[in-house]
């Protein structure tokens, strides 16, 4: 199509090669390919002692690498599993894992070593020329291949018989489909999944670290404490899926440094609940800093303002940490006061 | 005894005596300790208190106030306790050097620990604080190494890396390495939150756990600590183990290639 | 058939030595001695960087036998146990069973240690050595006809081996993976309309669910892999198909291809180089230790460290995923995810420019010729700028994968480096660009001194009257060839606009853009002509030393 107004004498000219004048210099093209330059003798061919020499260091190769296998049968068999050695520069290391990679590396690498060394010293180092060949095929091969086609074609009378083809096309189309059909047991469809937690009115927030309800005097203005719902225990089947979306973290901050009103709303004197998991791809976001409030995620660098509303002041994430609004139960214990009012975690297209 | 008597005139010295008071019965408490003794250990500690404002007058006041009420050059030191007077003295912080970067950075200590003690107590006598935790708390007798593991991948990991490497945090700040810090410092670091970091104070994190983590940092990044694999490649995970396969990987192949590929050297040179 | 009695005794018992005999029985039933013929004493040319392709085909080899090895004793398996093992410091943790016997190959099993670590090692030099051989094959232009499909064929390993390096990264379940594969289904959640979809489907409900472990393995294990077998050896027919190219020099054409046979010479080199492979591959495994798993512990997803990033092969993507900025659209109750899903686009593009590059080059150039003689990366300018531009594009990314460590062992600000990042990811491959260009147009004009005035020898002489000049020594007709051998196209131009019989022809706008690129490619400015066989009489008849 394009390419063919291009005019030819655009296309550079095919390079003039002397074929088979080696060594002469043309007069005509001082450019011109000389040929292969004539074959020069290694040492090796010339001095049986240095091939000797050769032999007996590809010989040596053979024979370090049949050492280092057997080296390595001995440190298999030999070395406890978990001994531990000092090797300088490189620490305390696992005898067994040290000993068996550098005797099969050993091993190994002296196999190759020979063979290259011999194939390099030894075997004949003249450079031979083969010739290419097009790899399109000639036009009388390119013409009866067409043919061929278009009789087959013919024969099979597809383009004659169109119900036959669109009948065809059609079932060939749909069977697909079974398989694609199939992969819906792959998983549940999306619902209201990712909408919700597990926390509700009246969970007490409990210390991961702990694993007991907090009560407000536990934390400090400047510390930082991660709190799960209560009733979520470790050993619990979805004890994974449920902290992905229900982990909290709580700070307090002094009420007169929280800026966004609602915020200071949904805290407990200066505590403030906020998902851990950032709004950005889901990482438990949690690098927090006292002094500036500001919480950084550690695996694209989302900063969020913790006294703000935990509104994004750096980085790729799209919107602030869902807040948990919290208060105090009866016993004086910290308690959310609902489920976040917001999806958690990475914001996704039907979030809204 | 004239400088103990200005001393008592001190607002706070009510809650000094209150403490020392506290410490004293509870001491009483766990073993037996006769009135005599405590009555010595007062006079000795009001001396070390002596000498720590010395040492404070001449060191801190600058930028922390003649009283520790701070400046804008430093916070105010009432109420820090002697934790974190051991913790930012001890790791060398403190003294800091008036224009500072993001964050004041781990140096060579400047006092001995004799006199990290009197400062301590003399910033312990501005008001009640975390106190130096002794080697029962922070030993290793009785830890939970694994308990400690999961505790530090909870708390610590974020910033300090999995295994107390450190790490990046906003605006030139960084969480140190934990590398070569002695537990005591790790400690008191949970116990007060020095500069950006959070603390973690016992009513959050338990004596216990604080225990368990510092065990476990002793086996993952400690001078024993083994690296079954070999190299650790400073312990950052994917990046640094990219650079090396590309480095010493790649590297040591393309040599290996260079040598298999190259000419053979031939008798004569022309 | 398989004997013939009038064949001449070899040995003296009268028959034909034992290799021959089984040969010749295999030739009867698979004709095998016609597929030597052709084969046997291939030539092959002798370049380091030719042997870049068997790094990575060696690799794959190793990672395979590896793999094997490893499913033995993995349990692809997110059934929570509680571990008992000889690792101390994580004794009666929870995790899954594919982290448990992970662990269990790391200090359990005699040398699964070494296995992983060869395993993991070795693939990440497989990438590496694909990125590599694939810029090799870029530079020097070897993707021209008839190479094309080949380079498509390259160009899916290397995709392929990123996921599949991905997959098997997650497999241990670790914290480090696990936060790796987190962020996988963010990004799918950013795509619109699909991504719950994909995403309950991928992990069997929410993240992190009980399958995807299971699931990966499959892929990991088998899929992949697979397809990445038959490519390859797909690849491996089509460079022995179509012989291999060269570099210009004496003797060499593109009818020929000068070089050492197949056997003995390449069988003891190439047979030798995957022993090498091996055990360069073996001994850093002995000494360098790759994914401490039992460092990052089990994985939770309300557990993260700092450093979090993927291997190195994803780190372009982890790059743009970081210095992407926070945009988010909301309407009509629906959220686009722009700053996580342009990055995910972007990755699929940046690949694809690379991928695509040579039907747009061939297109330019209009030339449906074969090449077998490969550029000299100065002699195509244009191109080779272009690869180092998007060479750049890919390194930014690396590096903006990597912010969080720049900025601590640099000291600098990890905000200042991600705004560095953001700023070159514009203006790296623009600067990129031009100084290659720039450089390779230099570097012409100093060949084409060379030829024309000869090299410096470096050694100055002092004319009788006084000034003093550096002899230059003419080159070698060997020289002087490889020197000269380049094509130069000329740039095309728009045709006339009547045709014969006076009638206006419209030129169409992709013809307008043709001209316009292939004028940025070859036209003045944009490559030095080479010098001409009159240019170098004229010169070298008078004697004139410049």
Redesign the interface.
């Known amino acids: 199509m394009s390419s063919q107004d291009i005019p030819e004498e655009n296309l550079p000219a095919e390079q003039d090669h002397a074929h088979g004048a080696v060594g002469v210099a043309d007069e005509e093209n001082p450019f011109a390919d000389p040929g292969l330059p004539p074959h020069?003798?290694?040492?090796?061919?010339?001095?049986e002692r240095a091939a000797k020499r050769s032999e007996r260091m590809v010989a040596l190769l053979f024979t370090v690498s049949m050492l280092a296998t057997i080296g390595f049968i001995v440190a298999y068999l030999a070395i406890p599993n978990d001994k531990?050695i000092f090797v300088f520069p490189?620490?305390?290391?696992?005898a067994m894992?040290?000993a068996l990679?550098l005797t099969l590396g050993v091993a190994l690498f002296c196999i190759g070593a020979g063979a290259?060394h011999w194939a390099?010293?030894l075997m004949s180092?003249v450079e031979v020329a083969d010739d290419r060949h097009p790899i399109e095929a000639p036009a009388d091969v390119r013409a009866k291949v067409h043919a061929d086609f278009r009789q087959g074609a013919k024969e099979s009378a597809l383009g004659r018989r169109k119900l036959i083809r669109t009948t065809m096309f059609g079932a060939l189309a749909l069977v697909p489909l079974s398989g694609v059909m199939l992969l819906g047991g792959l998983g549940p469809a999306p619902g209201t999944k990712l909408r919700h937690t597990m926390w509700a009115k009246g969970k007490r927030l409990v210390?991961?670290?702990?694993n007991q309800p907090?009560r407000p005097?536990?934390?400090?203005v400047?510390?930082?404490?991660?709190a799960k719902p209560d009733g979520l225990e470790e050993h619990d089947e979805d004890f994974q899926n449920e902290i992905a979306k229900a982990a909290l973290m709580i700070?307090r901050i002094q009420p007169g440094n929280i800026k966004d009103k609602r915020e200071l709303a949904w805290s407990h004197e200066g505590i403030v609940a906020y998902s851990k998991i950032c709004t950005h791809v889901g990482c438990?976001?949690?690098?927090?800093?006292?002094?500036?409030h500001?919480v950084?995620c550690?695996c694209h660098?989302s900063?969020f303002d913790l006294s703000d509303g935990a509104r994004v002041i750096?980085g790729p994430a799209g919107h602030a940490l869902p807040q948990l609004r919290i208060g105090v139960d009866s016993e004086g214990y910290l308690q959310a006061l609902g489920d976040f009012e917001e999806p958690v975690g990475p914001a996704f297209w039907e979030r809204g | 005894m004239k400088k103990l008597s200005a001393r008592r005139r001190h607002p706070l010295a009510a809650v000094v005596v209150l403490l020392l008071a506290l410490a004293a019965t509870g001491g009483l408490y766990a073993a037996f300790a006769p009135a005599g003794k405590a009555q010595a250990d007062e006079s000795s500690q009001s001396l070390t208190i002596k000498e720590g404002k010395k040492l404070y007058e001449v060191g801190c006041a600058s930028c922390h106030g003649t009283g520790g009420q701070g400046s804008s050059d430093g916070p105010s030191l009432v109420g820090v306790g002697a934790a974190a007077v051991d913790f930012q003295v001890g790791t060398g912080r403190m003294p800091a050097a008036t224009s500072q970067g993001?964050q004041v950075p781990r140096k060579k200590p400047v006092y001995t620990q004799a006199q990290i003690d009197q400062l301590a107590a003399y910033v312990a006598s501005l008001g009640a604080g975390p106190s130096v935790p002794t080697e029962q708390q922070y030993g290793p007798a009785g830890a939970?190494?694994?308990?400690?593991?999961?505790?530090f991948?909870?708390?610590c990991?974020?910033?300090?890396?999995?295994?107390g490497?450190?790490?990046?945090?906003?605006?030139?700040?960084?969480?140190p390495s934990l590398e070569g810090v002695a537990p005591k410092h790790i400690y008191e670091a949970m116990q007060t939150?020095p500069?950006?970091?959070?603390?973690?104070?016992d009513?959050?994190?338990?004596e216990k756990?604080k225990k368990d983590i510092i065990a476990?940092l002793n086996?993952?990044n400690g001078d024993?600590?083994?690296?079954?694999?070999?190299?650790?490649?400073g312990?950052?995970?994917?990046?640094?183990?990219?650079?090396?396969?590309?480095i010493?990987?790649?590297g040591?192949?393309?040599a290996?290639?260079?040598?298999?590929?190259?000419?053979?050297?031939?008798?004569?040179k022309? | 058939m398989s004997t013939t009695p009038n064949e001449e005794p070899r040995s003296s018992r009268g028959k034909a030595p034992a290799g021959e005999r089984i040969a010749d029985w295999a030739d009867g039933r698979l004709g095998i001695y016609s597929l030597a013929k052709a084969n046997m004493r291939k030539i092959f040319p002798?370049?380091?960087?030719?042997?870049?392709g068997?790094?990575c085909m060696y690799s794959f080899i190793i990672i395979i036998l590896t793999g094997v090895y490893l499913t033995l004793f993995f349990h692809p398996s997110m059934n929570e146990v509680e571990y008992h093992g000889s690792y101390?410091?994580?004794?009666?943790?929870l995790m899954s069973e594919a982290f448990s016997s992970t662990l269990h190959i790391?200090?359990d099993v005699r040398g699964g240690?070494l296995i992983r670590?060869i395993h993991h090692?070795a693939a990440?030099?497989f990438l590496?050595?694909m990125f590599?051989h694939m810029m090799r094959v870029f530079f020097t232009g070897a993707f021209r006809k008839p190479r094309e499909i080949n380079w498509l064929f390259g160009f899916l390993l290397f995709v392929l081996g990123m996921f599949t390096g991905f997959t098997g990264y997650s497999l241990p379940d670790d914290?480090?993976s696990g936060t790796g594969v987190r962020f996988t289904e963010g990004a799918i959640l950013s795509m619109p309309i699909v991504g719950t979809y994909i995403s309950m489907f991928l992990f069997g409900g929410e993240f992190p669910g009980h399958d995807f472990v299971a699931r990966f393995y499959s892929i990991h294990i088998l899929l992949l892999p697979g397809i990445m077998l038959g490519l390859m050896v797909a690849h491996l027919i089509l460079v022995f198909y179509h012989k291999h190219t060269q570099f210009a020099g004496p003797g060499k054409s593109e009818k020929n291809v000068v070089g050492m046979p197949l056997l003995p010479v390449y069988m003891a080199?190439a047979g030798?180089?995957f022993f090498?492979?091996f055990g360069?591959?073996a001994a850093?495994?002995?000494?360098?230790?790759?994914?401490?798993i039992w460092?990052?512990?089990p994985y939770?997803p309300?557990?993260?460290?700092?450093?979090?990033?993927?291997?190195?092969?994803m780190?372009f993507a982890e790059g743009l995923v970081r210095y992407m900025p926070g945009w988010e659209i909301n309407f009509w109750g629906h959220t686009l995810v722009l700053g996580v899903f342009i990055p995910l686009v972007l990755f699929g593009l940046v690949l694809a420019a690379i991928a695509v590059y040579p039907f747009i080059e061939s297109w330019v150039t209009g030339d449906k010729r074969e090449h077998h003689i490969l550029d000299r990366p100065r002699n195509a300018p244009t191109r080779t700028a272009f690869g180092v531009a998007w060479v750049t594009v890919y390194m930014v990314g690396l590096v903006g994968?990597?912010?969080?460590?720049f900025?601590?062992h640099f000291?600098?600000?990890?905000?200042?480096v991600t705004w560095f990042v953001r700023i070159s990811f514009f203006a790296g491959p623009v600067i990129a660009f031009i100084v290659t260009k720039r450089i390779c147009l230099g570097l012409q004009r100093r060949d084409r001194d060379k030829v024309l005035h000869g090299r410096e020898t470096g050694i100055i002489k002092r004319l009788p009257h006084g000034e003093f000049i550096e002899v230059h020594e003419p080159l070698s007709q060997e020289q002087l060839h490889t020197l000269t051998a380049h094509e130069q196209y000329k740039p095309a131009e728009i045709g006339p606009t009547v045709d014969e019989n006076g009638v206006e022809r419209k030129v169409k706008a992709s013809e307008k853009l043709r001209v316009k690129l292939s004028t940025a490619y070859y036209g003045e400015d944009n490559q030095i002509p080479k010098p001409t066989v009159e240019e170098y009489k004229e010169i070298t008849s008078g004697h004139g030393h410049h």
């Open positions: 020069e003798h290694r040492i090796q061919d010339i001095d531990s490189i620490g305390h290391i696992s894992n040290f990679g290259v390099r010293t180092d210390n991961m670290n702990t907090l005097e536990d934390v400090a400047g510390s930082l404490t991660f700070v438990p976001i949690s690098l927090y800093e006292q002094q500036t500001h950084l550690p660098q900063t750096f | 993001a939970d190494v694994a308990k400690g593991g999961e505790l991948r909870t708390n990991a974020q910033c300090h890396n999995f295994t490497k450190g790490g990046a945090l906003t605006k030139g700040k960084y969480a939150g500069q950006n970091m959070p603390s973690f104070p009513t959050t994190m338990s756990n476990y086996a993952v024993e600590t083994d690296n079954p694999g070999g190299m650790e490649l312990g950052l995970g994917p990046v640094s183990e990219g650079l090396f396969a590309w010493f990987g790649l040591a192949l393309i290996v290639a260079v040598w298999v590929a190259a000419r053979t050297a031939k008798a004569k022309s | 002798d370049h380091w960087s030719f042997m870049l068997e790094v101390v410091p994580l004794q009666g943790q790391s200090f240690l670590q090692w990440l030099i590496a050595g590599v914290l480090l080199k030798g180089f090498l492979v360069v591959i850093i495994a002995a000494v360098a230790q790759i994914n401490p460092a990052m512990g939770r309300d557990q993260v460290s700092t450093g979090a990033q993927p291997d190195w092969y780190g994968g990597g912010n969080d460590l900025a601590t000291h600098l600000s990890i905000n200042a």
